[in-house]
């Protein structure tokens, strides 16, 4: 099928439409930065929107972007500024003067995560990622080919990055360092405790924490992490 040949989504009943939250972050009071894709049933047709969304005496709502292509992530990049990642890699920077475009050439990017030292991690197939911001970015060298799922980390340090058949990375100087899992379960979800202590959380119950190099299974409900 030719890329003209792709349906519209406005060719759709709403029946036929599926909503997807992609992400959303309090902007302070009662305002919130919230961002949304509808696609079809079959997933040939989507349009991705990002939202300032305000809950007063009613739900009211301005759009900041709206996109044709499918919409992967976005981030708060400061007050007033917003990092919004698009399919193909293209991350697009907003603020008060307006849109300015990069193109992240490597991989298929599908998240986007801002770490507490200001940078921005981008990642997602093929073990790709990059590390930046509004002034720059770097290609971090891979060190897997699995899907990389998920990031989080309480400081600059302390950056861990989660994937698929067991992947798990510590953020160093240097770029990412393997840490051994000894378990190839699929991680979708990374999150560090405030003990240090690694939890990490996947399909249908899939729960671990790692705490001194030891991976324990938890017990946990049999729902997607």
């Known amino acids: 099928m030719a890329e003209d040949d792709f349906p519209n989504i406005d060719e759709f009943d709403p029946g036929q439409i599926d909503t997807q939250a992609i992400n959303a972050f309090h902007l302070g009071g009662n305002r919130f930065s919230a961002s949304f894709e509808l696609d079809d049933e079959d997933l040939e047709a989507s349009r991705g929107y990002l939202l300032d969304v305000e809950f007063g005496a009613s739900l009211t709502y301005r759009q900041r972007l709206r996109f044709e292509e499918s919409l992967r992530d976005h981030c708060i990049a400061g007050a007033g500024q917003y990092l919004v990642l698009e399919l193909g890699g293209v991350l697009h920077h907003l ?8 193109n992240l050439p490597d991989g298929v990017l599908t998240r ?6 200001g940078r921005f991690i981008c990642f997602g197939e093929g073990g790709v990622a990059y590390v930046g911001g ?7 060298p ?3 080919d699995e899907l ?6 309480r400081s600059a340090d302390a950056i861990h990055c989660a994937g698929w058949h067991g992947t798990l990375l510590r ?7 393997p840490i051994e899992t000894g378990t190839h379960d699929q991680f979708d979800a990374v999150h560090v405790a405030a003990d240090g202590a690694i939890m ?3 399909e249908k119950g899939v729960a671990y924490s790692l705490r001194d190099d030891e991976l324990t299974a938890l017990d946990a409900e049999p729902w997607d992490y």
């Open 95 to 102: 603020d008060s003067e307006g849109e300015r475009q990069v």
């Open 112 to 117: 986007l995560w801002r770490a507490p030292d």
């Open 134 to 140: 509004i002034s720059g970015w770097q290609r971090i």
């Open 171 to 177: 953020l160093g100087r240097a770029g990412w360092q």
């Open 200 to 202: 990490l959380g996947g």
């Open 148 to 153: 990389l799922a998920d990031t989080h980390g």
């Open 142 to 144: 891979n060190v897997t």
